[in-house]
């Protein structure tokens, strides 16, 4: 991580990416799951190699397809699969609670979980990317987000928002991924429909469920009922946010 540095690290300097890129690329196939841990680890200490850790990502397509099974995450008997890098951040705010105490982690988490959904910037504008040197060299390049937003609003962000100790950071994500300037690269599947399923979060996995989640924020913002402000504002932000999409 030490050859990572802030985001103009790697401008106009592709053979030190490409070392990078080969570093990584040979620990995450020997030790797949403690590279993504470490990774994920320093993002949160330092938030300014997260744009670089994405150009790593990007480049080595195939770390994005590994799964692990929920069972073997967080025990149970689940054969339900998710990404690897989705699995480690459930892991990091379930068990690792003491990596997020400070408000400066919780922030650096928040940033790093809505970076990793978004598309790059290339990819919104529908332009082809001007890496073309990169792009031979490295094989493919992908523009798409590192992580579904889908999958992650449903299996790590509600998971959360229903939990006393984690409300703050998931409600933190969803009001940076329902923004309007990070929805138009963050894309997300919305099930806008108020219907007996959706409300009751029956087989919304394809989608994310707009009615379900906006009760279950009422239902946070009733039992705050004014003893926590940051939980309050938060909740009465993505409510507004989640409003507009009912209006489309």
């Known amino acids: 991580m030490n050859g990572m540095g802030e985001h103009t690290q790697f401008q106009d300097k592709h053979d030190r990416l490409d070392c990078v890129v080969r570093e990584f690329a040979y620990l995450l196939l020997v030790a797949p799951k403690n590279t993504i841990w470490c990774i994920l680890m ?11 850790v994405l150009k790593v990502l990007r480049r080595l397509p195939a770390v994005l397809e590994l799964e692990l099974e929920l069972g073997q995450v967080e025990g149970g008997t689940s054969k339900r699969s998710l990404p690897l890098i989705t699995a480690a951040l459930r892991i990091i705010a379930s068990k690792e609670k ?16 809505s970076a990793l959904v978004r ?3 290339s990819a919104l504008k529908n332009e082809q990317v001007i890496e073309e040197g990169v792009t031979q060299k490295y094989g493919e390049v992908i523009d798409k987000a590192v992580l579904d937003g889908n999958e ?4 790590f962000v509600l998971p959360l928002l229903f939990s006393d100790d984690d409300a703050e950071i998931a409600l933190g994500i969803m009001c940076r991924m329902f923004g309007d300037y990070d929805c138009k690269r963050t894309p ?22 707009v009615p379900m989640c906006m009760m279950a924020l009422v ?3 009733s039992a705050v009922n004014g003893t926590n402000a940051v939980i309050e504002g938060l909740c009465l932000k993505c409510l507004c946010l989640l409003g507009e999409k009912l209006k489309g």
Do not use: H, M
């Not at 320093?42 to 670089?52: A, H, S």
């Not at 003491?98 to 979980?113: D, K, N």
């Not at 992650?152 to 299996?155: E, I, P, Y």
């Not at 997300?188 to 469920?209: H, K, M, Y």
């Open 42 to 52: 320093d993002c949160i200490v330092n938030r300014l190699i997260v744009p670089n």
């Open 98 to 113: 003491a990596s997020l105490v400070s408000a400066e982690s919780r922030a650096s988490f928040i940033y790093l979980v």
């Open 119 to 121: 598309e790059k910037r």
């Open 152 to 155: 992650v609003l449903l299996d």
């Open 188 to 209: 997300i599947r919305w099930d806008v429909l108020v219907t007996e399923s959706n409300l009751a979060g029956v087989d919304c996995f394809e989608q994310f469920p």
């Open 219 to 221: 239902d946070i913002l």
